[in-house]
């Protein structure tokens, strides 16, 4: 069974540019959640999305946006990038709220 | 909201010695507590959870417990190997479906 599949691995962007991030949950998982990974920070509750609805958000300015489709993949948008957005970017999808968790490998998100 | 402490942060033992990850939460209405084993260039990943009606929970060398009453809950790992040396996040479920995680222990096996 395929895993949490996150596109792209790697990206590089310059300050002020935009970025969308794709992740495609487990195949039946309707919820999906994302996260913000730095070093110095840990792991930051980005939103949660069930049935194409936010459920949950995290405490991100609103450059910060996401949705989810109607096949439960979703895409997260930063706007107006900063040196700070630089991070590893990690999607989770969950099949029930009864369980925890699978995560996919992440986007690294480097911004110069 | 809830607050997930963990300790310790790094964590250095020798091949085949115990490693001990403790955790505690700040909300008594959590009710579920994973933890993930976070290797480099790789997302986290489920290795072992509880319920709130679970006091311990065991899966060959690891074994997690749990004391609600303190709020707080172990990860417990015997017989260390190095691929065991990894990142390892605690975390707790509160209601709405909110989870909190607890800031890594970064654990060194020694062969």
């Known amino acids: 069974k395929a895993g949490v599949t996150q596109t792209p691995r790697y990206l590089i962007k310059t300050r002020g540019q935009q970025v969308t991030l794709s992740c495609s949950p487990i195949s039946g998982h309707r919820s999906v959640s994302w996260y913000q990974q730095t070093p110095g920070q840990g792991l930051q509750f980005l939103f949660e999305?069930?049935?194409?609805?936010?459920?949950n958000k995290g405490n991100f300015p609103g450059r910060f946006s996401g949705r989810q489709f109607s096949n439960s993949r979703s895409e997260m948008n930063v706007s107006t990038l900063e040196l700070g957005d630089s991070a590893l970017y990690l999607c989770a999808s969950s099949l029930t709220d009864f369980y925890g968790y699978t995560f996919g490998s992440g986007t690294r998100l480097t911004v110069v | 909201g809830e607050n997930v402490e963990q300790h310790p942060s790094t964590l250095s033992v020798q091949e085949g010695d115990s490693a001990v990850i403790k955790c505690t939460y700040s909300d008594s209405a959590s009710n579920y507590f994973p933890w993930y084993k976070q290797e480099l260039g790789k997302g986290p990943q489920l290795i072992i959870d509880?319920?709130?009606?679970?006091g311990e929970k065991k899966d060959q060398r690891i074994a997690v417990t749990l004391n609600k009453t303190a709020k707080h809950f172990s990860l417990h790992i015997t017989e260390t190997q190095p691929e065991d040396s990894a990142v390892y996040f605690c975390?707790?479920?509160?209601?709405?479906?909110?989870?909190?995680f607890g800031s890594g222990t970064k654990l060194n096996v020694k062969p």
């Open positions: 975390a707790a479920k509160s209601n709405f479906n909110k989870f909190y």
């Open positions: 509880i319920r709130s009606n679970v």
């Open positions: 999305y069930f049935s194409e609805t936010q459920r």
